[in-house]
């Protein structure tokens, strides 16, 4: 059951140019952006060496998100692809939560996934 709660949490694992994260609730603005900068944070050291991106992200929990939240989802991630973003893969993200991201992150390589090792498996496909 989604809970309007929010929570993060990031991963950077460098030796496969991937960042991990987990996201939930339904956020307001200011909390979205601190969370899109605590991303950027994490995948400075990739950024720096000017390697490729991959993310994972985990979205059980996550919730359709209001107009300028979503827009500062969908800004941070055709920004993100200047930077290195390769490919996207969302785990757990409900039916709603998906056709949503399909519309923010129109354009990029992303793809939904109902376990974190077929995520993965896809992620590191591409490299």
């Avoid at 929570?7 to 899109?36: A, D, I, N, P, Q």
């Avoid at 950027?40 to 359709?64: C, H, Q, S, W």
């Avoid at 209001?66 to 409900?94: C, E, M, P, Y």
């Avoid at 939560?97 to 591409?126: C, E, H, N, P």
């Amino acid at each position: 059951m989604a809970t309007t709660e929010t929570s993060y949490s990031t991963r950077l694992l460098e030796e496969h140019c991937e960042v991990h994260f987990s996201c939930s609730g339904f956020w307001k603005l200011e909390g979205m952006l601190e969370l899109l900068e605590q991303l950027n944070d994490t995948v400075l050291p990739l950024v720096k060496a000017r390697k490729p991106i991959y993310a994972l992200g985990d979205y059980e929990g996550f919730v359709p998100q209001d107009k300028d939240t979503a827009d500062a989802i969908q800004a941070h991630l055709k920004n993100a692809v200047k930077f290195g973003l390769k490919r996207i893969a969302i785990v757990q993200a409900s039916p709603l939560m998906k056709l949503q991201y399909k519309r923010l992150s129109k354009g990029l390589d992303v793809d939904f996934f109902d376990t974190k090792t077929a995520a993965i498996a896809w992620l590191r496909s591409a490299e």
